[in-house]
């Protein structure tokens, strides 16, 4: 059911399995009828205070069946280079961060995770570019695991608040 290694053939987010930051597998699956806002993360960059904003729009839409995931990665600027106990650290003591985050990864290249590969084929970026520009580039997933859209990095949080509640009243 979980295909980690050919994400052309999946049919929805909840076919992917992920490493939570404490390092144990988790299959996305578990979300299954949850709104995601899978977002790629970092502690040192200009956007960083959009976790500020992640957590906000958690905190307000989890009980109605938000749940945003993210997802370190030091691919920009390098400015993810901490282990995961640094992350988890950094992410709770500077913004309250409760949603939860994942092993560091790589959005683009050869080492691109799987479910990032999925999410960047599903909904391509500016003139149908697939690669991710820069951290906190969001994408929204319906409750049925299709990719619904793809936010820039410079889309704040309290921006999407529309588009989330129109998925979670459907």
Known sequence: MINTTNPANTTSVFDFSVTRLAGTPLA?????GKVLLIVNT??????????QGLE???RQFKDAGLVVLGFP?????????GNAADIGT??????GVSFPLFEKIEVNGQATHPLYHYLKQQAPGLLGSTAIKWNFTKFLVDKHGAVIRRYSPLIKPEDLVSDVQQLLAE
Not at 73 to 81: S, V, Y
Not at 90 to 95: A, L, V
């Open 28 to 32: 996305l699956d578990c979300y299954r």
């Open 56 to 58: 906000k729009l958690f």
């Open 73 to 81: 990665c030091n691919q920009f600027g390098h400015q993810e280079p």
């Open 90 to 95: 950094f992410c709770e003591t500077n913004y």
């Open 42 to 51: 970092a502690s040192h960059c200009g956007f960083t205070p959009q976790y």
